[in-house]
Each structure stands twice: as C-alpha cells, then as structure tokens.
C-alpha cells in the first residue's frame, strides 16, 4: 500500500519534473523524512500527494492517506525524489570501456625464460647484420667488459655476395636482400640469436629498402628447418616508441612501421622470433648504443620469449601492457575520425545525449541504440584514407534496439530489435534512415546479426543480380576467407555452382576445404595461383564467373581463365580495371563494378528488400553467419 502511495508522487512530480529536466530524466524515490502512521489501514485507501517543493535536482511532497469515510489514517512528511540522470547512468558504462598502453619495467618475476640462455649451454654466439661501422669496435669492447661468454659476428650488406665468410669480429658481407643467402647463412651456425641494426645508421636510407632487408631476413629465418632452440630475431630501432611518464619525445618516428611489423609477423609465424627492440633515443650515438646493446645482450636483462616489445629507456627495459585508462569520461559517445591516415587517429570522446522521443529524429528516421558493429575491410579503407570519394565516419553494418521512431515509419517500432545499414554507427546511438533497416533475424544474435548486411547484400548482387549464378557453373571467389567471401561460398554452394578460391596462408586454405571447397590455391603468388588454376582446369574447362577483390596481374590472369561470354564482378575499390580496359581485353566478357553503398543511395527501399530476404534465409537456415570475433567495449 504505501509503495503504491509512493508511485503516485510520480503523478504529482509530472508537470515538475517536465520543467526541470526536459531531457526526459526520470524522478525516483529516495527518502522519508517522517511518517505517522494514526489508524490501521483496512479497506479501500485513498492517496493525496502535493509537491511542497522542487529544483533541478529533486522533488519534495508530501503525501496523506485517507480511509472511504475521509478519516487521515497515515502521513508521510518530506516524501523526496531525485532525479536519475541518464547521462551519469551511462557514465559508469562509458568510463569502463577506455584502455591504453602503459609501458611498465621488466621484472625478474615476469621474465622466467631468457632468449639469451634458449640457445643452451657454453657461449652465445649472436649474428649482427647491418650494425653501423662506427659502432663495431665500441659494442665489442663493452661486450667483453660485461661478458666474455658472449661473441658476435658482424655482417655488412653488398649487393650481389650469395654466400658470406662468417668471422668473429671480421668484415664479412652478404646481400641483406636475399632470403636464400639469408636463410643458409642462419643454418651454417647455431646462433642464439641474431639482431639486425640497419635502422640504427644515421644514414637511415630509403625505407623500402631497409623494409626489404628486414621482410629478406624474416623469410630467411622461416627456411630454417631445424631449430635446436628456438629463433630469436631482434630488429633494432632507437627512438621509435612512445613510452610516455614523461619521456622524451621521439626522434625517429620513421622507424615506427617496425612494431606493426614485428607484431604482424608474430601472429603469422611466431617460429620467427621477432622481437622489436627500441633504444633510448637521447642515448648517444656510439657508446651509449653500444652499452645498451652489450647490456641486453648479456644475460643482465633476461626477456620473456612471449614479447614482441621491448622499450629500453633510462637503463631500465620496459614491455607494453594494457591498463585501464584514466582519461575521464561522461555520457554517450562515439569513435570519431578526425583526420584519416591512420588507425591511432581514432578517438573515443563524449557526445550530447540524443534524446529518446520523436523530437531526436528527423521524418522517416529511427534511433537506435548501438549493440554491435560489424567491421569490413571498407572501414580499414576508410580510416586509412585509401576508399575512394568520402565514405563518411567509418562504422555502418550494426545492429541494435530501436529507442525512437520519426514519423511516417510503420515497419519497426521502439523496442524492436533490428539491424542494417547505419552509417556512422561507432557510437551510442545513431540516426538513420529507417528504410535501411529491418528487423534483425530472431535466431541470430545482435553479434551476428551486425556482421551481415554488408558481406550478404554484396554476395547477393554480384552473384544473384548481376552474374546469375546457376548450378553447374564455375565460379572463382578470390580471398575466400573474407567476408564477402565467406558469403559468396555460401551462395554458391546453395545454388549448386562448383567453387574455385584463393585464400592467403595455409589455415585459410585447409578451412575452406573444410567448407567443401575442393579447389584451392594462392591469393598472394599471382603465378603460383594461374599454375593452380590451369590444372584444376584442365582439358579445355574455363570459368563461367569471377568475384574478385585482388589487383595486379590475378586480375589479368582471372580474365583469362574465363571462358567465351563469362561474367567478371569486381567488388574491389583501389587499382581495378575500367571498362574501357575489360572491352579492351575481352569483349565479350561482361563486366560490373559492384558498389553497395552508390545502389543503396539511389534505391533505400530496394535495400530494405535484400535485408528483409537475408532475414527470411537466416531464419529458415538457409544462411549462416561467418565466423566471428567478438570485441566488448563494455567488458571489465
């Protein structure tokens, strides 16, 4: 009884509450300063509630309950209730979903294996390619000041020398761009481990040079075939990390590429061993480098095999880990772009709460509330500047749950659970264009859901609309293992069409075959994938279709594997074929470029159509969501 008394104060607190917080903030409960209770209450009750007074941040009423015959049978004095901002609500969400890099010192305890004593027992023995001249003599001596177990062999690059004569301390010369040479030159001796220091001349060069040597050495560690111990490559910058605490800026920003190198590379091959070593970029050329190297070098510092990173910076190592950020947050928000170029150019910051009612969306609009994003490779594009013309925010393959509904919309309403296209979607909420979404398939999950409009709607246009794929037909869909891929096998597979694909490393490969995918080959060797492709092809077979997304000559190379009238789709975005140059090479082959987002500004209820279609598949299991990785930015 009383609880209904104390709902009733929302009555009274209405027309308050709609002054003092417009946004629509609700008013709850919170305290009784005294309550008098005169007689029992039996019966039926009547409440009387009258606000006694208000601000911005709470209401007071007082409330008296009275029996049918008018008796007062209880009081409740100061009757307070505060208003719950939806914004500080949101507040706590928000401020949990912020990480940073936070470089921290190498403790002993954190380091129990030392890629120095991997090698075995007796002495080390390092190789040293591309070491700058001037800093030879200098690491040598301070190495056998700090350990005489440890030796080095330096070698230098000469253009054009297959083989090198390895010394201790002797001018020995190899071309640094030859993973062949590279690759015996590992084998002939049981290195413990090998560091390159070309990027530490200060004649830093071109960069695509410097990248060929490392990308030679990398490929010449991987012909090892038999490692007594484990590799352990470290590419050698100085200056090329931002540690932060206040350390110095970084001098050789140009030398950055390396980290994203070394961490690529151990996702793919983690054999390798890369490890990116930056020095100190105030230490001073030559001794100071010096000392730094003999100092990792040996055993003072014992690095755990399972880092990519190593930051030395006032005699003391630092490693990379993620700790929670402190940077403050309020409200909603959203991921914003404001210059393209890099993907460090995104940032996390606070925007103006939108609102929950009509007035938030503009006539034939929704708002949603964002549950999931799907990223494509259009997004990388984007961000990185490289999509042609202007893709807006990046983010728009999302599903969420409808929290407004502009007028003239009658197919979703709030609260039903949907999915689309919503460009700009990196947020809390976003407005969109409610012919661009549907409601999301009830067997799918809001993950799941987000990551098909783009991939599916693609695969129905090139294959369905465009090149009318049918069973029986050969079809080649290059990077299979992409998105659109993934859901192109699925297509083709569904109408009976027999599949040709091409995919990157070997794990791509045997999943597809997992699929059913009997014909395989490279997406990354244009010459190794039309060797391939003619023999899966033998005895006169051609194409009848291709999706392509590659560039170069597997576009070249595709168009000649299609037989006489066969169909090309082009769903790629950056160093394509014109028409022009297609008619030129073949006539008779017909040609598309596939481009979503130009058919769904010209036609917004045509692509309400294919979500609708891709939802019915999904819900009678005629269409299955691709594999997925799940980020929660609202995970502890």
């Known amino acids: 009884m009383y609880d209904g008394a104390l709902q009733l104060v929302a009555v009274a607190t209405s027309s308050h509450s709609e002054d003092d917080a417009p946004n629509g903030d609700p008013y709850l409960p919170y305290s009784v300063r005294r309550m008098v209770v005169y007689k029992p209450t039996r019966g039926c009750i009547w409440s009387h509630a009258r606000v006694t007074g208000h601000d911005k941040k709470a ?83 301070s190495l056998k000041a700090k350990d005489a177990s440890i030796s080095l062999s330096c070698v230098w690059h000469r253009e054009g020398t297959e083989d090198a004569m390895i010394a201790a301390e002797g001018e020995s010369y190899a071309d640094l761009t030859n993973a062949v040479c590279l690759g015996k030159m590992l084998s002939a001796v049981d290195w413990s481990g090998v560091l390159y220091c070309g990027l530490l001349s200060e004649d830093k060069g071109e960069r695509s040079e410097l990248f060929a040597r490392v990308l030679a050495l990398t490929h010449g560690a991987l012909r090892i075939e038999e490692k007594p111990h484990p590799m352990n490559l470290w590419l050698v910058t100085q200056g090329a990390q931002d540690v932060g605490g206040g350390c110095r800026e970084l001098k050789h920003t140009c030398q950055s590429w390396v980290s994203g190198y070394a961490k690529s590379v151990k996702l793919e091959h983690p054999e390798a061993g890369v490890v990116h070593v930056d020095l100190d970029a105030d230490m001073a050329p030559g001794a100071g480098i010096a000392q730094q190297l003999a100092g990792l070098l040996s055993g003072q510092t014992k690095l755990p095999t399972t880092e990519v990173e190593v930051c030395v910076r006032d005699k003391e190592i630092r490693v990379p880990r993620l700790m929670r950020s402190s940077v403050p947050f309020r409200g909603p928000f959203e991921v914003d772009l404001p210059e393209r170029g890099a993907i460090s150019n995104l940032k996390l910051q606070q925007v103006a709460d939108p609102g929950r009612d009509e007035s938030s969306v503009q006539e034939g609009e929704i708002l949603v509330r964002v549950r999931a994003v799907g990223l494509n490779f259009r997004d990388v594009l984007n961000v990185m500047g490289l999509y042609p013309g202007d893709p807006g925010q990046p983010g728009s393959d999302c599903s969420g749950t409808v929290v407004a509904v502009g007028k003239n919309v009658d197919h979703v309403k709030i609260g039903d659970e949907v999915y689309g296209m919503m460009p700009g979607c990196l947020r809390m909420y976003v407005a969109v264009m409610a012919a661009l979404v549907e409601v999301k398939p009830k067997n799918l999950s809001f993950e799941d859901a987000a990551s098909l409009p783009s991939i599916f709607s693609t695969t129905e246009v090139a294959l369905g609309h465009f090149a009318k794929l049918c069973a029986g037909e050969r079809v080649l869909i290059h990077a299979a293992t992409g998105g659109v891929g993934l859901a192109a096998v699925q297509y083709a597979h569904s109408v009976g069409a027999i599949v040709y694909a091409t995919a990157g490393r070997q794990e791509k490969r045997d999943y597809l ?96 159509r294919c979500l609708q279609n891709l939802r019915d598949k999904a819900e009678a299991g005629l269409l299955h969501a691709p594999p997925i990785r799940v980020f929660q930015m609202e995970d502890e």
């Open 59 to 141: 209401i007071t009423c007082e409330v008296e309950l009275t029996n049918s015959e008018g008796d007062v049978v209880a009081h409740l004095y100061d009757v307070i209730c505060r208003r719950l901002s939806r914004s500080a609500s949101q507040q706590r969400v928000a401020a949990q979903c912020l990480y940073e890099v936070h470089w921290s010192p190498l403790r002993v305890d954190d380091a129990p294996v030392s890629l120095l004593e991997s090698g075995g027992e007796g002495q080390s023995k390092w190789l040293v390619l591309d070491l700058p001249e001037s800093l030879a003599p200098t690491i040598y001596d």
């Open 513 to 608: 075959r997992s699929l059913g995918v009997e014909y395989v080959t490279s997406s990354r060797d244009p010459e190794e994938f039309f060797k391939d492709m003619s023999s899966f092809l033998a005895g006169g077979c051609k194409l009848d279709v291709v999706l392509n997304s590659l560039s170069g000559d597997f576009i070249k190379y595709s168009v000649d594997l299609l037989g006489p009238e066969g169909r090309f789709m082009e769903i790629g975005k950056r160093d394509i074929w014109t028409h022009d140059e297609m008619q030129a090479a073949r006539a008779d082959v017909h040609y598309e470029t596939v481009a979503l987002d130009d058919m769904i500004t010209k036609d917004p209820l045509w692509y309400g």
